[in-house]
């Protein structure tokens, strides 16, 4: 099962780098089923259990999600983005747009409203699989403490105040009409301007997307003694004007101060639990007192999470001084 996983996961990033270059004639059920040993059969049917949808709609749906973006963010005329993205015609184009988003790209691109895109496929996520790591390996990175000051931004995002960690947060959520992992993924993945998307302002979480813990009263009280509401979204500048989804809330977050704890890149097969581990402990024996600070916990501040195996594991966390 692991060397499937680990093969799709291959995969699933090879299709998004043929897709990003256009050269469609690299992607093929056939070619690409070889390529990794299997027979198209069984390779169509393993990935339509994974997935939920047949190899060719993944594809259509990915295709789209690069294409929309473009008419989102460029001038580009849409027929040289249709055909750019492997469609026949302006016409072909525009009805695959409207069978996926019940908008034609031309109204898209006058009022661009958040639409739920098809996001990269990740079979190999050891936390929606309820496993915290597939190894216990030891790593030799440590883990840097610093402090920073983040400016003002907006918060966008779903909450919930039940659940513990990721995979029961998604697990809660799934029973939310509208608010399931791959909806709320898609939608935040058509919000322009992500402060920590690739090329963003801030540094990059690849999507911008990421998890994060509100101070709330009414949350679940965590390992930390504090009351915390566990959420998913995504980090936007203060001047941020766009469109909600209405199954989303959007918050102000002050300029601060926040201590840092971050591990660096980590093999995610092997290491997660033990990355987990130092994490933790470091963030468990760290002395706020010599430090002259105290962490924040007033209502409404906001600790953040990011988990990117090729670049670090880090938290964020609100700190006030002189207290």
């Known amino acids: 099962m692991n060397e499937w996983l680990r093969n799709i996961q291959q995969l699933v990033a090879e299709i998004d780098a043929i897709l990003k270059t256009h050269s469609d004639e690299s992607l093929s059920l056939k070619e690409l089923a070889h390529r990794y040993g ?3 059969f069984h390779f169509s049917r393993r990935f339509k259990e994974l997935s939920g949808m047949a190899f060719r709609d993944y594809v259509r749906y990915r295709r789209l999600a690069f294409a929309l973006k473009r008419v989102r963010d460029t001038r580009d005329g849409l027929l040289e983005i249709a055909l750019d993205h492997g469609f026949s015609s302006h016409e072909a184009f525009s009805r695959a747009f409207r069978e996926a988003y019940g908008i034609s790209p031309s109204e898209y691109r006058r009022d661009p409203v958040p639409l739920a895109l098809r996001t990269i496929l990740k079979p190999f996520d050891c936390y929606l699989m309820d496993q915290g790591g597939f190894g216990m390996t030891g790593t030799a990175n440590e883990v840097k403490t610093y402090f920073v000051t983040i400016p003002a931004h907006k918060f966008l995002h779903i909450r919930n105040y039940e659940s513990i960690g990721y995979w029961d947060f998604w697990q809660k959520q799934s029973r939310i009409p509208g608010q399931d992992c791959e909806t709320i993924c898609g939608l935040l993945e058509s919000i322009p301007g992500k402060l920590d998307d690739l090329g963003g302002e801030e540094a990059d979480s690849g999507s911008g997307q990421l998890m994060a813990y509100i101070n709330e009263p009414e949350g679940r009280l965590c390992s930390w003694g504090i009351p915390l509401a566990e959420a998913y979204g995504v980090r936007l500048p203060a ?3 766009g469109a909600i989804p209405p199954q989303m ?6 300029e601060g101060e926040y201590i840092v704890f971050e591990h660096g890149p980590f093999d995610f097969e092997t290491e997660n639990a033990a990355v987990e581990g130092k994490i933790e402990a470091a963030m468990k024996a760290f002395d706020y007192d010599a430090a002259g600070c105290t962490l924040d916990t007033a209502q409404g501040r906001v600790f953040y999470f990011y988990h990117d195996c090729t670049r ?9 001084r002189g207290r």
């Open 38 to 40: 299997y027979s198209e």
């Open 249 to 254: 809330q959007l918050m102000d977050v002050p």
């Open 239 to 241: 001047d941020y004007s």
């Open 312 to 320: 670090y594991w880090k938290y964020v966390r609100p700190i006030t």
